[in-house]
């Protein structure tokens, strides 16, 4: 059974520095690409980063080019975000998903999401 | 804003039909498969259609996707209580180089 688990989230203040954690299982990881999805409160879903199989390649929204950076452990299958210089538009439900086995990267095909951890960027 | 246009609100009664809209432009709907999201109230978005009108195994064919031009459809045949939801559409758009959503449809059954 595929399962991704989130972790990381909080509160933290505008400006500070966030990681957030994907701790994926049931799946060849490395086969997979990776993406982190957001949904800010009362709000639509917001694609921010994804990442390839291979961690090599990497595309992020506008929104968050510069300060976030998606990476990923093959060894450890696991997915994570680096939010840096958070703002408070950044606070969101953030979701990471799965695109299926050997489909393209940017696809929007994604077929397993996480349960989501809240990041609350607040003074 | 979001770059693919969704009607904020749908609804039906019990054993309807109902068809949600999504509107987008050349460089994403018209040239790119579209896919479709129902998400629950608390819960992770759920992948419905992809590729325009496949769905993955366990969505019930009460649900289809359709796509014409810059725009696609998603149906519901034989509305339910339990299909109350939000509804997103994606897509890749090519000028932006990503991926992007609708701003989602909220389908309330009378």
């Known amino acids: 059974e595929v399962q991704l688990l989130e972790s990381g989230g909080g509160l933290i203040q505008p400006g500070g520095s966030l990681r957030l954690s994907c701790a994926a299982s049931?799946?060849?990881?490395?086969?997979?690409?990776m993406s982190w999805v957001r949904q800010a409160p009362g709000k639509g879903l917001e694609w921010v980063s994804v990442?390839?199989?291979?961690?090599?390649?990497?595309y992020h929204a506008d929104s968050v080019k510069g300060r976030f950076t998606i990476s990923r452990d093959n060894s450890k299958n696991t997915l994570f975000l680096q939010m840096n210089s958070l703002r408070a538009d950044d606070t969101a439900v953030y979701y990471c998903?799965?695109?299926?086995?050997?489909?393209?990267?940017?696809?929007?095909?994604?077929?397993?999401w996480g349960q989501g951890t809240l990041v609350t960027v607040s003074s | 804003q979001s770059v693919l246009t969704q009607s904020p609100s749908a609804s039906g009664t019990p054993g309807q039909r109902v068809t949600i809209s999504c509107s987008g432009s050349?460089?994403?709907?018209?040239?790119?498969?579209v896919y479709w999201y129902q998400q629950f109230p608390g819960t992770a978005p759920k992948l419905l259609i992809y590729?325009?009108?496949q769905r993955p195994s366990g969505v019930p064919d009460r649900f289809s996707g359709s796509k014409s031009g810059t725009s696609a459809s998603l149906a519901i045949s034989g509305l339910r209580s339990e299909d109350e939801a939000d509804y997103y559409c994606?897509?890749?758009?090519?000028?932006?180089?990503?991926?992007?959503f609708g701003g989602g449809t909220k389908l309330t059954v009378l």
């Open positions: 998903a799965r695109a299926p086995p050997g489909v393209a990267t940017g696809t929007p095909e994604l077929d397993y």
């Open positions: 049931g799946f060849i990881f490395r086969n997979s690409a």
């Open positions: 990442v390839n199989g291979g961690g090599g390649i990497t």
């Open positions: 050349s460089s994403d709907i018209g040239s790119n498969y």
């Open positions: 590729r325009n009108d």
């Open positions: 994606a897509a890749w758009d090519d000028t932006l180089s990503g991926r992007v």
